[in-house]
């Protein structure tokens, strides 16, 4: 793994952010945290369609089971394993914005970089690099994070017990809610995100 090394000075460093705006939903803020993780490691060119997961500005057009995935994606692609690899906690390189993008091509930077991430069980190459604010992170990350795994968690807490009867031919007959609800059960079964 190649590294690139980034010093404080900013001449011939080549930003490549973009300013958004996300929308306040928390849906919305994990969405755009994944899309940046998506520039960074470059994986809309890698045959991953992330669209419905990263296209923020249309957060409300999530199904359960994409805001399940969505989660499971971002904790995969968490900023505890990113750190030091493709994000960096570096509020001199943000300057006036919350995050901000660099070109590996870029000759100065203030970090380091490694030439590829491994994510589940693929290779991929870091494209870009972001640095961030603390406040980009809680905003972005912990803040939503904690109120999706909540919202997930809470309808398998809260849901009703399934309650056996009898029916007049002495046939057990099941009777549930009409909610689907998800197993949080998993096995080795499951199949690997990324």
Known sequence: MAAVVLRNNRVGVETTGVTVTVPNDPRAKLMYYLNCMCVVLNLENKGYDLTRLTNYQQYYNLSDVDEQTLVLLCLKLSPDVMEGKCIFLN????????????????????VAAVQS??????????????????????????????????????????RPAITYGYSSYSRPAASYPRNNYSSSQTSDSCCNIL
């Open 91 to 110: 509020p001199d390189a943000c300057g006036d914005t919350q995050n901000e993008f660099f070109n590996l091509r870029s000759t100065n930077v203030t």
């Open 117 to 158: 991430v491994v994510v589940g069980e693929a290779r991929v190459a870091v494209k870009e690099i972001m640095c961030y604010k603390l406040s980009w992170l809680q905003n972005n990350f912990l803040e939503p994070i904690t109120v999706l795994l909540r919202k997930i968690k809470e309808p398998q807490q809260s």
